[in-house]
């Protein structure tokens, strides 16, 4: 795709895909590294440094079974926890996950508008059974696509590598050679501002609260969790990746049945939509189903407070239906009814 300006690099390994991506991104570009849970590993140090430069870098981690080798052609949702904390130090990343094989192409957009609105490294976690997946999609004209706007600094009066824009906290993007505005970023602690190497107590407490401020600001610019059936009821699906369709098809038998459920659907993972804990309220049991040992379900109970149930499985397979129909029925406290196949 050379006619197009992009440049793709097969790195030996994974710490020199992030390092080249991070430069693609130093220098004014859109730095993407892809890989599966491995090569996140790999790439976590590297990671911390797109977050102290505060350089828009994006990660695609498609997930396979795990650990170690694991399942390297099977799927999982295991690497959430990773995207969150695995790394060193307090060091906030945006995450975006996409639900179905053509939302792919639309989070992969949304995961550059975040890294490169706010200035921040942001995991694209997709996983085995939607990298291998395909459904009918229709392309998109250009028009129907939001624009993703590219402000780089340009103006030597007053500039400073990490001046911030008021709304979103992402600093100054400025490409290297511009007249003016040479600077340098780096992975010790920046004073604020002028980026310079800084061990000041309260400097350091600063940014570290002013990185995790920066990754709250971007629910601020996001849409709101829908929710598909009632506003309020006995059971709430949640789900995030791949196991939207099996979770809306469950939940579409149960409602069909008279039962109180609905199902929403998690596509930004951190932060979450600000509504989120106000719809989990609503219900009086959540049902969380993936394909780890809870992973969103410890983040939500830790986040919100609520005794949210697990459905997991862990089998390198996607769900079926009937797997959650049966565990809704269950917490409706009814008897599945096999009014059908189930798939």
């Not at 790999?42 to 498609?62: C, D, F, R």
């Not at 799927?75 to 906030?92: I, K, S, V």
């Not at 959650?324 to 406290?333: H, M, N, S, Y």
Request: glycine residues 12%; hydrophobic residues 40%.
């Amino acid at each position: 795709m050379r006619h197009f300006g992009v440049r793709t690099v097969q790195a030996e390994d994974g710490i020199a895909a992030v390092g080249s991506a991070i430069g693609a991104s130093f220098a004014g570009c859109l730095g993407l590294t892809g890989t599966s849970g491995p090569g996140v590993a790999l790439k976590s140090e590297a990671i911390g440094l797109a977050v102290m430069t505060e350089l828009p870098l994006v990660i695609a981690n498609v997930q396979r079974g795990g650990p170690s080798t694991g399942l390297p052609t099977k799927t999982e949702q295991a690497d959430l926890l990773q995207a969150m904390f695995g790394r060193n130090g307090e060091c906030p990343c945006a995450i975006v996950a996409p639900s179905s094989p053509s939302d792919c192409f639309f989070m992969a957009i949304e995961a550059f508008r975040i890294a490169t609105k706010f200035m921040i490294p942001t995991f694209f976690l997709s996983d085995g059974y939607l990298a291998n997946g395909s459904e009918p999609w229709r392309l998109p004209s250009f028009s129907e696509l939001s624009p993703i706007e590219i402000r780089f600094a340009t103006d030597p009066k007053g500039f400073m590598p990490y001046m911030r824009d008021p709304k979103t906290l992402g600093r100054a993007w400025a490409i290297p050679g511009t007249p003016g505005l040479e600077h340098r970023v780096g992975g010790l602690e920046t004073e604020d501002g002028t980026g310079n190497v800084s061990y000041d107590p309260a400097n350091h407490e600063h940014m570290i609260r002013l990185r995790a401020e920066k990754v709250e600001r971007i629910a601020n610019d996001i849409d709101e969790l829908q929710v598909m059936g009632p506003a309020e009821g006995e059971v709430l699906v949640l789900g995030w990746g791949s196991t939207a369709g099996a979770i809306r098809s469950a939940v579409e038998r149960v409602q069909k049945r008279g039962g109180s459920v609905a199902a929403a659907h998690l596509r930004h993972l951190n932060p979450f939509p600000k509504n989120l804990g106000k719809v989990l309220k609503r219900y009086e049991r959540i049902l969380v189903p993936e394909m780890n040992m809870g992973q969103l379900r410890f983040l939500l109970r830790a986040k919100y407070l609520v005794d949210v149930v697990g459905l997991n499985k862990i089998q390198g397979l996607p769900f079926k239906i009937v797997e959650i129909e049966q565990k809704v029925e269950e917490l409706l406290g009814k008897t599945v009814a096999q009014t059908g196949p189930h798939a």
